[in-house]
Nanobody, 128 residues
Framework: QVQLVESGGGSVQSGGSLRLSCATY?????????LAWFRQAPGKEREGVAA????????AYTDLVKGRFTISQDLAKITLYLQMNSLKSEDTAMYYC????????????????????WGQGTQVTVSS
């Protein structure tokens, strides 16, 4: 039974940093799975932020965060991270961790419908 639990959200001023974590349960280090971060701001559609394979390969970012956010994973702990630097007010959103068994096609990795498992979300608020 797969569970995802996010943590690390909070309030920060523009230009600041936060590190999100997503603890996963139900995967093993021998599984192949895809991991991603999504976000949804009030009144907006959910958007893919970053994705990574369980072995740390094939990293992808939306253009909106390239150069500012870094996705990583700790396979020993089976934990996903998102380091967010140079935060902007437009980064304010609920951030969700998502996972799916298997390695997804490149074009599907930032698409929400590709993922079966989701965390409950952690709120990130950036004030200008």
């Amino acid at each position: 039974q797969v569970q995802l639990v996010e943590s690390g959200g909070g309030s920060v001023q523009s230009g600041g940093s936060l590190r999100l974590s997503c603890a996963t349960y139900g995967f093993t280090a021998y599984d192949q799975f895809s991991l991603a971060w999504f976000r949804q701001a009030p009144g907006k559609e959910r958007e893919g932020v970053a994705a990574i394979d369980s072995d740390g390969g094939r990293i992808a970012y939306t253009d909106l965060v390239k150069g500012r956010f870094t996705i990583s994973q700790d396979l020993a702990k089976i934990t996903l991270y998102l380091q967010m630097n140079s935060l902007k007010s437009e980064d304010t959103a609920m951030y969700y961790c998502a996972a799916q068994f298997g390695w997804l096609p490149l074009y599907d990795r930032l698409t929400g419908r590709s993922y079966k498992y989701w965390g409950q979300g952690t709120q990130v608020t950036v004030s200008s």
